[in-house]
């Protein structure tokens, strides 16, 4: 009888090993596959990420562009002393203005435009005693709001800004 148990013990810690091998090809197996669907994966998602900023791109630098240019020009219109310069200024603000800007800008820049709107007088008035500094916080106001537009569109995380001038 001990011979007979003895050869079942065996047969059975044989079957003990090859179960135990089995399972260690299962996961050789199984592993590589879960992660190559993982990367599969991550690499989906990244390039729809991708895929989203960079459809937008054409957009955020017309935004950054025209941004630039609409405080450039407010800046001209505030403290320029060429009355030639300031027309120009002048003339470039009423475009931006009734035009590109208002396709980019946000309700801050919009109402920092609309602000300085009511104090630059138009196109067929006469040039106002320069400098214009009325202007000046004016177009400083609208600075920071083109500055936050921009940093939210752009996804830029800087630390706030504390308006100094006056």
Known sequence: MTSTTG??????KKSKNEGAESS????????PWVLAFATILVGVW??????????KKPFLEKQLELGFQATETAAKLAVTTDVEEWKKARHTFWLLYWGPLSIVED??????????????????EPVPPLPMSILQHHSYELAHAVRGL???????ELPDVEAKRN
């Open 24 to 31: 260690k090809t299962n996961l050789a197996v199984f592993i």
């Open 7 to 12: 050869k079942r013990r065996t047969g059975l």
């Open 107 to 124: 309700p801050k820049v919009e109402q920092a435009m609309v602000e300085l709107g009511k104090l630059v007088p138009t196109t067929d």
């Open 150 to 156: 921009l940093l939210k569109s752009w996804n830029i």
């Open 46 to 55: 990244k390039f729809t990420a991708e895929q989203g900023q960079a459809n």
